[in-house]
């Protein structure tokens, strides 16, 4: 499966962004949808996670209530609507798909990943 990111981009602290995320097709694959991102110097990190059912959706703490992640079935899309953004938000954010179910938040239990689409947020 193909996976592309698009949206990122440079934003005031408090500012929002919606990130997208393309699927070339729906598959066993691709039971988990996620969101990952990297800073400079950091490892890539777990932003958030959601079924195409809609359901089963995580996020890390430092992102509740401001991000929101959902899924258009009819476009095999996913998103990422990021508000209040902050300036540590600022990072590259990818895409990617598992073919797991439960809580998964590991970028080991991912197999499909987006070419990463870049969060700048300034202060």
């Known amino acids: 499966v193909q996976l592309q990111a698009s949206g990122g981009g440079s934003v005031q602290a408090g500012g929002s962004l919606r990130l997208s995320c393309a699927a070339s097709r729906r598959t066993f694959s691709t039971n988990t949808m996620g969101w990952f991102r990297q800073a400079p110097g950091k490892e890539r990190e777990f932003v958030a996670s959601?079924?195409?059912?809609?359901?089963?959706?995580h996020y890390r703490d430092s992102v509740k209530g401001r991000f929101t992640i959902s899924t258009d079935n009819a476009k095999n899309t996913m998103y990422l609507q990021m508000n209040s953004l902050k300036p540590e938000d600022t990072a590259v954010y990818y895409c990617a798909a598992s073919p797991l179910r439960g809580v998964i938040v590991s970028t080991a239990q991912f197999g499909s990943w987006g070419q990463g689409t870049q969060v700048t947020v300034s202060s």
């Open positions: 959601i079924t195409w059912s809609g359901g089963n959706i």
